[in-house]
């Protein structure tokens, strides 16, 4: 929605009050002065939700529930960086059956957060639609097959979490209670089928006119010597980052900025980075599933991608990977003789990090001998991508700057877009203001 | 989630953190009680995939939600499926797909229910933490009573066909 008011001469203002197909309470100020973009300041004015504050003096046990609260979205992601930060403190590791269906939650998560964005919230942009509904008119088949896969991944996450949204039955060791192999198996066939469509997905997003845009990030995501990451891996970025995860704050800092609520963050002496998609697979391309890896090939993604529209390009085969390895990890299912393992208390400081579907997610926790929480930091992925979102839209506002408002307008709508900004509050709008003088 | 095979499903739809958001849940609390029978309850935060799930397969929805409206707070709104309804972007929605949003979807892939109807309750207000206002408290048991009307309406309905 948006009114253009005439200014002064040679000066417009186009103001959006709510920009929809985004998550979170937000504005953009695009400050063009002379033909050039002179201010850039994507704001979140979401109010502080203080969960960090609300954790301290809280069992170690509670963070998983209640971080998954943080998001509706992604509460898969803050139970498994929780519950793997934990664990980290008391020196557990976790494997077998129970690592393995932790993995497969993921996926679960990651097919139901891909799929909303890919098919719902972005695919209007490319194809021309102001959202969802007038998209349904005309491609009709695109939403109904798009609701099946995502109902894929809502049925991973029910069976193993115990409902499809803040699932209840993640804990620190495990799960409170896990699935027998007759239980699991019931998701083969409708994954088999969310398979195909996931290719097809595929297929059907790479026919989407990208605009011609690169942009030269450093990527930053976890790698794993033998998997796609989900819930571990080392630190590692594009140019030669490659730590451990209790390194991540002597390389990477948050900072505040004056425009927004929620901390930027930035790799100490060097500036933005992204996480997310785009990191992921270029720095992992070659772990995806035969199946996905092929898919990516055949629409040309190449092994790194550097086009930020191209992003819903990844997310689908992202999609595709994530029925891929769900479907291995049900035919390899084995019950574990007990649904957790006791993880116990110490005085200890505990991280991790976990890939959201946004992007990598870190946890630090310090807790005393009796396992009570004594201060937690949670960086999210929104919140390391502010600084690159920023980036994206003084360069592509430059390039643009001819357009009608209009068009101006529904580009810049779209490069955020194109990274899913997850602002995560219970009521969710943007405000973009441009200003021309 | 509520995925027995009833041919009618209630939802209440809300937030209970958001003040009077949370009227359509409270109205759900409040038949569950004395569970309708025929009818399946459930609860939504109001995201349109979630909407869909509950009510795919059904001959009737029913939706109680709290609406923002001009007016007094507490006044109990009845509107039908086929009845245009606001299309303001949604903001309230964790999704950016929100009830109206799921309505329209459904109408438009065909997937709506048969009858739909939802129940309406305005509210004032709607702050993150605030309580329920008196207004929308005393609207309850009014929205509580229009849908147990509503369902014994169509259980007349279905007696007579």
């Given at each position: 929605m948006s009114d253009a008011n005439g200014k002064a001469e040679g000066s417009r203002t186009i103001r959006v009050d709510y920009l929809a197909r985004v998550e979170g309470e937000g504005s953009l100020h695009l400050g063009i002065r002379d033909g050039a973009v002179e201010d850039v300041r994507l704001a979140i004015f979401e109010p502080p939700r203080f969960f960090e504050a609300l954790l301290r003096g809280r069992g170690f046990g509670e963070a998983p529930d209640i971080t998954s609260r943080i998001c509706g979205i992604c509460p898969v992601a803050y139970m498994m960086s929780a519950v793997h930060a934990m664990e980290n403190a008391a020196g557990v590791s976790i494997a077998g059956p129970i690592r393995d269906l932790r993995r497969l939650l993921y996926c679960g998560e990651w097919i139901e957060s891909h799929v909303l964005h890919v098919a719902m919230l972005h695919a209007p942009d490319f194809l021309g639609y102001p959202d969802a509904i007038a998209m349904a008119r005309d491609h009709g088949e695109h939403v109904r097959r798009a609701l099946g896969l995502k109902k894929a991944g809502n049925d991973i996450v029910r069976l193993l979490g115990g409902r499809e949204i803040h699932p209840i039955n993640v804990r620190v060791g495990g799960f409170y209670k896990v699935p027998t192999?007759?239980?699991?198996?019931?998701?083969?066939?409708?994954l088999l089928r969310a398979r195909d469509a996931a290719r097809a997905l595929v297929d059907r997003v790479a026919a989407f006119p990208f605009p011609e845009y690169e942009q030269d990030y450093e990527f930053v995501a976890l790698r794993h010597p033998d998997e796609y990451p989900f819930n571990e891996g080392r630190v590692v970025s594009s140019r030669g980052i490659d730590i451990d995860v209790a390194d991540y704050d002597s390389v990477f800092e948050e900072f505040q900025v004056p425009h927004s609520t929620a901390l930027h963050a930035r790799i100490r002496g060097r500036g933005s980075y992204l996480v997310g998609p785009l990191a992921r697979y270029a720095l992992n391309s070659d772990l995806l599933s035969p199946a996905a890896r092929d898919a990516a090939a055949a629409v040309g993604l190449g092994p790194v991608c550097r086009n930020p529209y191209r992003s819903i390009?990844?997310?689908a085969v992202e999609v595709l990977h994530a029925c891929d390895e769900a479907l291995r990890l049900i035919a390899a299912y084995t019950p574990p003789d007990a649904p957790f393992v006791a993880v116990p208390v110490q005085d200890a400081v505990g991280l991790a990090a976990t890939e959201a579907p946004r992007g990598l997610l870190y946890h630090r926790y310090r807790i005393d001998a009796s396992g009570s929480i004594l201060d937690a930091r949670i960086i999210p992925p929104t919140?390391?991508?502010?600084?690159?979102?920023?980036?994206?839209?003084?360069?592509?506002?430059?390039?643009?700057?001819?357009?009608?408002?209009?068009?101006?307008?529904?580009?810049?709508?779209?490069?955020?877009?194109?990274?899913?900004?997850?602002?995560?509050?219970?009521?969710?709008?943007?405000?973009?203001?441009?200003?021309?003088? | 989630m509520a995925v027995a095979a009833a041919p009618v499903v209630v939802i209440g739809i809300g937030n209970r953190h958001r003040g009077d958001d949370a009227a359509g849940l409270m109205v759900t609390d409040r038949l569950r009680v004395a569970p309708p029978t025929g009818a399946d309850l459930a609860e939504s935060a109001g995201d349109a995939m979630d909407l869909a799930a509950l009510w795919g397969g059904r001959t009737m929805a029913i939706?109680?939600?709290?609406?923002?409206?001009?007016g007094e707070a507490g006044r109990v709104l009845r509107l039908e499926g086929s009845d245009p309804l606001p299309r303001e972007p949604s903001t309230c929605s964790?999704?950016?797909?929100g009830v109206v949003e799921a309505i329209e979807l459904a109408r438009v892939l065909g997937?709506?229910?048969?009858?739909?109807?939802?129940?309406?309750?305005?509210?004032?207000?709607?702050?993150?933490?605030?309580?329920?206002?008196?207004?929308?408290?005393?609207?309850?048991?009014?929205?509580?009573?229009?849908?147990?009307?509503?369902l014994r309406s169509l259980s007349r309905e279905a007696e007579d066909a």
């Open positions: 192999r007759r239980e699991l198996s019931t998701l083969t066939e409708p390009l990844v997310r919140s390391q991508n502010q600084g690159a979102i920023e980036e994206d839209l003084r360069r592509v506002a430059t390039a643009c700057l001819d357009m009608p408002d209009d068009a101006l307008q529904g580009r810049c709508e779209q490069t955020i877009r194109n990274h899913d900004p997850c602002i995560s509050c219970a009521a969710h709008f943007l405000k973009l203001t441009v200003e021309r003088t | 939706l109680v939600d709290a609406v923002a409206a001009e964790t999704h950016g797909l997937t709506l229910p048969s009858r739909l109807v939802l129940f309406g309750i305005t509210g004032r207000d709607f702050a993150q933490g605030a309580p329920v206002s008196a207004a929308v408290e005393a609207a309850l048991a009014e929205a509580e009573h229009a849908v147990r009307t509503e």
